[in-house]
């Protein structure tokens, strides 16, 4: 049993308790690097105490309970499996028009439907509804924390950033920095001045409630050198009080020829992001799929995160991600799952599980349920530098949960009565997964989302 039960007795605001029973699965460690059996708790039949956002305890029912006799507020999952909420670690909000975007591979697929849709949202009213409906996409799926890129505009970050004070969501956005290559009406007019927005931004929203800011360079070619610079500099600037640098590497073939052509002088696209003092272990880099063994060092020597976005992968026909290579014991990359929607094509993290066990099989690699759903829930809150805080259900974590449907269809009810074990059933679910996986997501402690409420979102100032 994991408890903080003197928390309890000291808590001075003396908020309400909460609990959460069922059978229940977390991670305390790294299985890529750790003897697998000693990285994860599970419980069938578990009981959790939350309060004021924050568990105070985890474990058996029965045990636990005897020690809350005043608990009756408690939330019982049957044929469900609880778990901390996902962690999607790479994902465009203002790109949620754009999913599912017919036919070209990535530098195209900017021109023709990214930087089009991303240049509407100077408009606040239309930011704000996309806002609104993106998060309700990912909280419908069970993720609570997701590092998002907006775009250029002001109103695009502020309108993400309201709604996650909202719902309470901790998550990582900021303003996008694009100068050049591009088309005019999403640049940058003033390098040094998009550097002073990004800085207002940053003092409006970091620490902001659970908002945390990133400093966001799209990707090289779209920044000038002076941008790169700068924008390396305030990370630098504001890297100790928990700010985040966020931005794409090796991707695709052509992305990468056209950072050889205008950085002809780096060694390679890692070390150009190096030489902007760009990596450090807030760093996080969407996709990292054709990397040298070097790219992989200096990730490591850093600190740097990898987001793996199989799904966006596959749609528009880039690089495999070698997980295996990131993970290489010798040298571990901190790694997490992600979207990247509108490139990937769902907001669900167990769907890019899915994906992600293709894309390492076209390589005869296979990646099992446990690693798995390590990365989508405590491997994705070490790649974000925030393990805790997040993506555990352990004491003193904050109370971000989804829970899990074991009966999400006949078939999938029935095809796991064909499991013998709790590894088999999570490969199944993953497998077989669709969007109706998650009935219910709670955000510090409050049930947010339920599939069977009347009202299926509820902000939490409205429970
Ligand atoms: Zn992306």
């Known amino acids: 049993m994991i408890n903080n039960r003197n928390n309890k007795l000291v808590n001075k605001d003396g908020g309400k308790i909460k609990g959460i029973r069922g059978e229940i699965l977390t991670f305390k460690a790294d299985p890529f690097i750790n ?41 019982h999952y049957s044929d469900s499996i609880i778990m901390p909420g996902f962690i999607d ?13 017919f036919g070209e591979t990535l530098l195209e697929w900017l021109e023709q439907y990214t930087f089009p849709m991303e240049s509407k949202y100077r408009d606040k009213e239309f930011s704000d509804n996309v806002a609104k409906i993106f998060f309700r996409q990912i909280l419908e799926q069970g993720t609570t924390t997701a590092n998002v890129f907006s775009t250029t505009f002001e109103e695009s970050v502020d309108a993400f950033f309201e709604e996650s004070q909202r719902y309470n969501t901790r998550m990582i956005s900021g303003k996008v920095l694009q100068d050049r290559n591009l088309p005019e009406v999403l640049r940058d007019p003033d390098t040094d001045e998009s550097i002073e927005i990004t800085e207002k931004l940053l003092k409006k929203w970091h620490n902001n409630g659970r908002q945390l800011y990133a400093i966001i360079p799209r990707f090289a070619p779209t920044s000038t050198n002076r941008q790169m610079e700068l924008a390396g500099n305030l990370y630098q600037k504001y890297k100790d009080e928990g700010v985040y640098l966020h931005s794409h590497l090796n991707e695709a073939e052509e992305e990468i020829d056209w950072v050889k052509q205008l950085f ?11 030489s ?29 995160a990898a987001a793996h976005c199989p799904s966006s992968n596959l749609f528009l026909g880039d690089g495999e991600f070698k997980y295996w290579e990131a993970k290489d014991i010798k040298r571990p990359v901190k790694m997490g799952i992600a979207t990247d929607v509108g490139g990937g094509t769902n907001f669900s993290i167990l769907r890019q599980l899915n994906e992600a066990y293709k894309v390492a099989m076209l390589k005869k690699k296979n990646i099992d349920a446990l690693k798995c759903f390590y990365l989508a829930t405590r491997g994705g809150a070490q790649a974000l530098d925030l393990e805790n805080k997040i993506g555990s259900l352990a004491p003193g974590y904050e109370a971000d949960i989804a829970v899990i449907d074991l009966k999400a269809t006949e078939f999938i009810e029935w095809r796991l009565k064909f499991t013998d074990t709790l590894f088999e059933k999570l490969f199944v679910l993953i497998s077989l997964a669709l969007d109706n996986m998650n009935k219910a997501t709670y955000v510090a402690g409050k049930k947010v989302f339920d599939r069977e409420r009347t009202e299926r979102f509820i902000y939490p100032d409205k429970l």
């Open 276 to 304: 902007f003092k760009m990596m450090d272990n807030r760093s996080v880099y969407a996709h990292c799929c054709l990397m040298k063994e070097e790219e992989w060092q200096l990730m490591h020597d850093s600190g740097s």
């Open 35 to 75: 003897d697998p059996e000693q990285c994860y708790d599970h419980l069938e039949d578990g009981l959790i105490i939350i309060q004021d956002g924050i568990i105070l305890e985890v474990g058996n029912f029965c045990e636990v309970c005897e020690y809350y006799p005043e608990l009756n507020d408690i939330d």
């Open 89 to 101: 670690c790479h994902i465009h909000y203002v790109q949620s028009p754009i999913i599912g975007s």
């Open 264 to 274: 002809p002088e780096s060694a390679n696209y890692t070390e150009l992001y190096n």
